[in-house]
């Protein structure tokens, strides 16, 4: 027979104003099974605890039942106590009185709140007749990060992780690391050099010994779950031995052969084999086999011929290896919406027309024109550019309806650059809104305008066309309430930040969401901003969505504290509420594969001694079951059940209703 | 090949050249424009308060008819273009509108037309470069400038017959017959359209400003697809001239036209004595006639 | 310019009434300005068409029956096709040309059209300018 015990709070008035509670416990001690019970004015309290866990030893209760407010409150707080006296926590159970009960009804004689609180308790009592005792579940920890996205998000991350003795594998699609900010000449808002504050930290992913770097990378596949991630990384063909490889640049110098440089965004050529800039990290060139008349029709080859080590090898095929970890961030980090799109803004036929990216790259001292602003189509300095905001953003008819954050700061930093650079040139700029609100960042806009001679019209543009060699902005300041017209050497479009191509399907593969622009979607976006619902899986940066070096950095150390506190333990515990299938019975219909939305229900093989697979199974992997229940309502033959809530414990509280 | 069109009320008059020469071209690339039996003017404008269904009703009652005859339908005005288009789109796409039409014209009509310009059949259904092998008479060096106007292009929900900001389908059927097309600005900009009936001076500021753009860019010779652009086009260069004493006005002619001269049609045929600046000094000058 | 603003004008129904008409949301507009920067006549216009739609928003109706803006517009629709928000001015403008149309009060009159252009001028030229303002 068991020994139970019944604890029915009042919480102060909360719970005794519509419930007799005394009435409850006297009810409840009628019940077989039950041998104690009694009523409380604040359970929780620390008085509350202690005669909690007295009475277990003094009645030696096996199980109890607390009623009181809901399990989110204090379910946690009793199972401890249950436990400090000895029994096994999920022995203990809570019935919501206060939620579900006293604080719907309004009864002043108590009658319904008694009555309803007497059959909630009594429900919950045949249920933990029914418990079996379980066991928290503990999962070892594989103490290894994987970063994916080499942007100042992901080298951040992974400097602070590898900074806390972890060792981290930063997966980085490109030849080297660095993302858009390699890209940028100086950052506001306070004008350093981009390069200068970001390749020392480029530097010193490469020379950490905790930090392994995968350049010219992809993911190709993830399994497993927080803890135990197993995932398969594609190593493109770089044609050169990495590792005997020097950095002379002997075979970039020797190669006959051009082609657009994706780094320098059209605005440069370079050679066929190649690293994307100066400072690349690794300083190891690859080829570029589409281009390469070697590769292709075994054609030239001088490469080969001048590098000293010999490491280049035109047979050289993508690798697959497989890494193991506990955590993977996310920081593949953001793309330009193509300007294509605006041909009203005459982009691609005028040559003068350009977008953001492409004047930082102008702009910078290592850019295709060392620094000096010259339009793309005859190398002149203009004398007079218009930079045209919000194109493509905040535009639900052909671009995003979002705002994209960092162009009003970097415009504002465009024409103050271009005032340094090209003393007596006009820069006009066209906004609807300035949006500014980071710290000290209000005061650079105005110094763009009241220093720097940039002219702000506020409207925007319609048309831009050529005429007579010159470009024609036709465009609107609403609040002269005038059309505008200016004749400008060149126009800087500032296009809407928008998701990388192919971050839907890198989700997919991670099991993490996405929102319609294909920007990754936090956990919250106020109380968890940089996790994800997969547990184990973290964002940082602009995946998720624009904003600045100052926020991606924070994002990139937030995960990294993350991963930190994850691995701060040897294991995990996680709550043993997870589902178990009855070998005997499932019939291997998968319609519970089908249905588990956390993908935590595996097809297991049966195998006799010999070895052959006699039959097939459905396992759920307890480290991933989130203990929804999905699955057990999907079995047809009922093979599925959830432990603490099986079909059993289920059918005998209600029918004791 | 044989596609019902609709020639609508001002090609069955004024500008029966236009007419005329798009159907001897048609034969010669190998279609044939069969006139709906039954048609009626479409309007000529398409309302855009969406509360104005009776507008409606003429465009329907035309789509109407030609539904009964087959499933497509051909124009060569742009501003019959654009209503017969928008109109059936209405049709197709709003239940209750349509509803409210057909009971009206007292019709069963619902959008299943698809409405092609005649540019746009020389395009997908011809091939451009079909029409150049059917080229008797290249117009080589003829700078000629196509103006677009709004109706083929605007609004792009509806998507005209081409990108809306940089069209290229005229310069394409240019480059066909052997012509060199000019690119300049205002080819997408309005002429002032209707406001030729109350009020002459906006007109003739606007469709000036297109032919000064275009001369700029060296056009020597303007082709259109509307009778009121090639109107005001046409207006507008007596005042150009007359105010600039170095603007040299230049003909104004239909698109079909110039395609009929490079197709071998006789000169003659082709209506251009209709025109206010006549065509034919320019294309002796350039041994075309 | 000193404008007093009411609820009564603004939410009232007069301007109910426009966005009945023409089948537009006011609110939409986000005043960036693009349909007068594209407008062909925007400088013609005593208001330009991104005035009309703030007037609009204000309640002030009769600024914008006052100015010359309807009856300029050429219809040419750059507006609709450039906005960033899919707004039409175009359409409000027909539809408050409707409203004085429907209430015979249109600025043109048969009589007044010159009779050398009604021998020329193309048909569609008629029935088009027709609809447009002839009350
Ligand atoms: C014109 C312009 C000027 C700017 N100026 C400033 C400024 O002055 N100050 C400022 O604070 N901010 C500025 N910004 C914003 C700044 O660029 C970003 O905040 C910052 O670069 C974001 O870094 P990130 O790491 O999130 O992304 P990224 O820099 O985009 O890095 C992402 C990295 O991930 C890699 N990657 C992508 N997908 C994969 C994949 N599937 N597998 C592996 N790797 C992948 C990419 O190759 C890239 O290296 C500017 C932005 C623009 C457009
Ligand atoms: S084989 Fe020739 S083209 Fe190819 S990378 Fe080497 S040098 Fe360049
Ligand atoms: S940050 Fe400024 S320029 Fe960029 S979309 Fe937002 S408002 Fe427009
Ligand atoms: S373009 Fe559209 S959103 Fe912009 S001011 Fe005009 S109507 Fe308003
Ligand atoms: S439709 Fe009217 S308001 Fe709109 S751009 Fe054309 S002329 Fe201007």
Redesign the pocket.
Request: glycine share 18%; charged share 20%.
């Given at each position: 027979m068991p020994r139970i015990g019944v604890f029915v709070c009042q919480c102060g008035n909360n719970i005794a104003a519509t419930v007799d509670t005394k009435k409850v416990a006297e009810e409840m001690l009628k019940l077989p099974g039950v041998v104690y019970t009694c009523d409380y004015k604040f359970m929780c309290s620390s008085p509350g605890q202690e005669m909690l866990k007295q009475t277990i030893k003094d009645n030696k209760l096996d199980s109890i039942i607390v009623a009181a407010c809901s399990p989110h409150m204090h379910e946690k707080t009793f199972r401890k106590a249950g436990e400090a006296a000895g029994l096994n926590p999920y022995r203990v159970e809570i019935t919501n009185i206060r939620e579900q009960c006293s604080w719907v009804h309004h009864d002043k004689t108590r009658a319904v709140g008694t009555v309803k609180s007497t059959d909630l308790t009594r429900m919950t009592l045949e249920r933990l007749k029914r418990n079996q005792p379980l066991n928290k579940i503990k999962i070892p920890i594989k103490k290894r990060a994987l970063v994916?996205?080499?942007?100042?998000?992901?080298?951040q991350a992974a400097l602070d992780i590898a900074e806390g003795g972890i060792e981290v594998v930063l997966?980085?699609?490109?030849p080297s690391?660095?993302?858009?900010?390699?890209?940028?000449s100086?950052?506001?808002?306070t004008m350093d050099c981009?390069q200068c504050i970001l390749t020392p930290k480029m530097v010193e992913a490469e020379l950490n010994e905790n930090i392994k770097l995968y350049t010219y990378?992809?993911?190709e596949k993830v399994d497993g779950y927080i803890g135990n991630f197993t995932v398969q990384i594609r190593k493109k063909a770089r044609y050169v031995d990495e590792d005997r490889c020097t950095g002379c640049g002997e075979c970039i110098e020797k190669c006959p052969f051009n082609a657009e440089s994706k780094f320098e965004l059209g605005l440069a050529k370079r050679k066929i084999i190649y690293t994307p800039f100066p400072q690349s990290v690794p300083n190891i060139p690859v080829i570029d086999a589409p281009n390469c008349p070697k590769i292709q029709k075994d054609k030239c080859g001088a490469c080969a011929v001048v590098c000293g080590p010999k490491c280049i090898d035109f047979k050289q095929e993508d690798k697959i290896v497989t890494e193991e970890f506990g955590a993977i961030i996310v920081?593949?980090?953001?793309?330009?919406m193509p300007n294509e799109r605006f041909g009203e803004y005459g982009y691609g036929r005028i040559k003068d027309v350009i977008?953001?990216?492409q004047?930082?790259r102008l702009a910078s001292s290592s850019g295709p024109t060392g620094g000096e602003i010259r339009r793309p189509s005859d190398g002149k300095v203009p004398q007079s550019i218009v930079f045209i905001q919000c194109v493509g953003s905040r535009d639900e008819q052909k671009g995003v309806s979002y705002c994209s954050k960092?162009?009003c700061?970097?415009t504002a930093?465009h024409t103050m650059l271009y005032n340094h650079k090209v003393h007596g040139g006009k820069s006009y700029v066209f906004y609807m809104d300035i949006r500014c609100a980071g710290k000290r960042y209000e005061e650079f806009v105005r110094r763009a305008i009241e220093h720097d001679g940039a002219m702000y019209l506020r409207g925007r543009v319609s048309r831009v066309y050529e005429k007579d060699g010159r470009i024609i902005v036709q465009g609107a300041d609403t609040l002269s309430n005038s059309q505008v017209e200016i004749e400008a050497d060149m126009v800087v479009m500032?296009?809407a930040?928008v998701s990388?191509p192919?971050?839907d399907s890198?989700a997919q593969k991670l099991g993490i969401g996405y929102d319609k622009y294909k920007f990754y979607n936090e956990y919250h976006p106020k109380l968890r901003p940089v996790e994800t619902v997969t547990a184990g899986i973290f964002l940082?940066?602009?995946?998720m969505g624009?904003?600045?070096?100052?926020?991606?950095v924070a994002q990139?150390s937030a995960t990294a504290s993350k991963v930190l506190a994850l691995f701060s333990a040897n294991e995990m515990t996680r709550e043993p509420i997870t589902a178990l299938v009855n070998k005997v019975t499932c019939n291997a219909c998968w319609d519970c594969v089908t249905a588990c939305p956390y993908s935590a229900i595996e097809r297991d093989a049966v195998k006799n001694r010999q070895g052959e697979v006699v039959r097939l199974l459905a396992k759920v992997n307890e480290g991933v079951c989130q203990g929804c229940g999905v699955c057990v309502a999907a079995c047809r033959s009922k093979s599925i059940d959830l432990k603490g809530y099986t079909d059993e414990q289920v059918f005998a509280a209600l029918a004791a209703f | 090949m044989k596609i019902p069109y609709y020639p609508g009320c001002t090609l069955n008059t004024v500008s029966k050249g236009f007419d005329l020469s798009a159907r001897a071209s048609a034969r010669s690339v190998g279609f044939e424009m069969e006139e709906l039996a039954q048609w009626n003017c479409c309007g000529a404008t398409f309302p855009l308060s969406p509360d104005n269904l009776i507008a409606l009703s003429a465009p329907a009652k035309v789509l109407a008819n030609a539904r009964k005859g087959g499933e497509e339908l051909t124009t060569l005005c742009s501003v019959c273009y654009n209503v017969l288009k928008r109109t059936n789109a209405v049709m197709k796409g709003d239940k209750e509108k349509r509803s409210v039409i057909n009971g009206f014209i007292n019709e069963e009509y619902d959008g299943s037309l698809s409405i092609i310009h005649y540019l746009e059949i020389l395009r997908d259904k011809v091939g451009f470069d079909k029409v150049k092998a059917a080229v008797k008479k290249p117009l080589t060096g003829l700078k000629t400038g196509a103006y677009y106007g709004c109706m083929l292009l605007r609004p792009f929900e509806d998507r005209g017959i081409d990108d809306s900001e940089r069209p290229v389908i005229f310069e394409d059927m240019l480059k066909a017959v052997g012509a060199e097309p000019v690119e300049f600005p205002n080819k997408i900009e309005c002429c002032g359209a209707h406001l030729a009936m109350s009020n002459t001076g906006l007109v003739t500021k606007l469709s000036g400003n297109v032919m000064t753009s275009a001369a700029d860019n060296g056009a020597e010779i303007i082709v259109t697809s509307c009778p009121l652009c090639q109107y005001n086009l046409e207006q507008s260069q007596t005042a150009l001239a007359s105010a600039t004493g170095d603007y040299k006005p230049m003909p104004i002619i239909y698109f079909t036209q110039l395609l009929g001269l490079a197709l071998g049609q006789p000169v003659e045929t082709l209506g251009f004595e209709k025109n206010v600046w006549d065509a034919m000094p320019l294309l002796k000058k350039k041994g075309l006639a | 310019m000193k404008i007093r603003l009411s609820g009564a004008d603004i939410d009232g129904p007069r301007v109910k009434h426009i966005e009945r008409v023409t089948g537009e949301d006011l609110k939409h507009c986000y005043q960036c300005g693009k349909c007068s920067a594209g407008c062909p006549v925007s400088y013609l216009m005593e208001v330009p068409p991104s005035r009309v739609m703030r007037l609009l928003q204000l309640g002030r109706v009769d600024d914008v029956e006052a100015a010359n803006t309807m009856w300029v517009c050429v219809g040419c629709v750059q507006c609709y096709a450039r906005c960033p928000k899919g707004c039409s001015v175009a359409s409000v403008l027909e539809g408050m040309r409707q409203i004085q149309l429907r209430k015979g009060t249109g600025p043109t009159l048969i009589k007044d059209i010159p009779i050398p252009f009604l021998r020329k001028a193309p048909q569609q030229a008629l029935v088009c300018g027709f609809r447009k303002f002839v009350g």
């Open positions: 994916i996205g080499g942007g100042i998000a992901g080298i997966v980085e699609r490109e690391i660095g993302g858009n900010m390699a890209r940028l100086e950052t506001f808002p981009s990378s992809e993911v920081a593949t980090g953001y793309d330009l977008n953001g990216m004047f930082e960092v162009c700061m970097y930093k500032a296009t930040l990388r192919g971050a890198l940082a940066g602009t995946c624009p904003m600045d070096i100052p926020d991606s990139g | - | -």
